[in-house]
Nanobody, 124 residues
Framework: QVRLVESGGGLVQTGGSLRLSCVVS????????LGWFRQAPGKEREFVTA????????YYADSVKGRFTISRDNAKNTVYLQMNSLKPEDTAVYFC?????????????????WGQGTQVTVSS
């Protein structure tokens, strides 16, 4: 059974940084495309960033481009989200997700497995 566990969330001031980690177990990590999504209260889950399974092509939502960086370490079965220059509007629960099927990297429906989420709160 595939399991994703996020960590690294917390409270940070505007302009600060956080690094989220997501460890994937129970599957072949290198076979998965990986993504990060977020969901703020009362809003739908939205795409943040994704990284392809092999060559590491990355994709970003316009709202985080230039501030967030996704990376993966296949040896550690871990995907990271480095978040810099955080803003209050980045406040949300952040979820990592893994997919082995085709589909739009920015659509939650394309992902087969999800973590439980980690809270990120940015104070103004």
């Amino acid at each position: 059974q595939v399991r994703l566990v996020e960590s690294g969330g917390g409270l940070v001031q505007t302009g600060g940084s956080l690094r989220l980690s997501c460890v994937v177990s129970g599957g072949t990590f290198s076979n998965y495309g990986l993504g990060w999504f977020r969901q703020a209260p009362g809003k739908e889950r939205e795409f943040v960033t994704a990284i392809s399974l092999s060559v590491g092509i990355t994709y970003y939502a316009d709202s985080v481009k230039g501030r967030f960086t996704i990376s993966r370490d296949n040896a550690k079965n871990t995907v990271y989200l480095q978040m810099n220059s955080l803003k209050p509007e980045d406040t949300a629960v952040y979820f990592c997700a893994a997919r082995y099927t085709s589909g739009s990297y920015s659509s939650p429906r394309a992902y087969n497995y999800w973590g439980q989420g980690t809270q990120v709160t940015v104070s103004s």
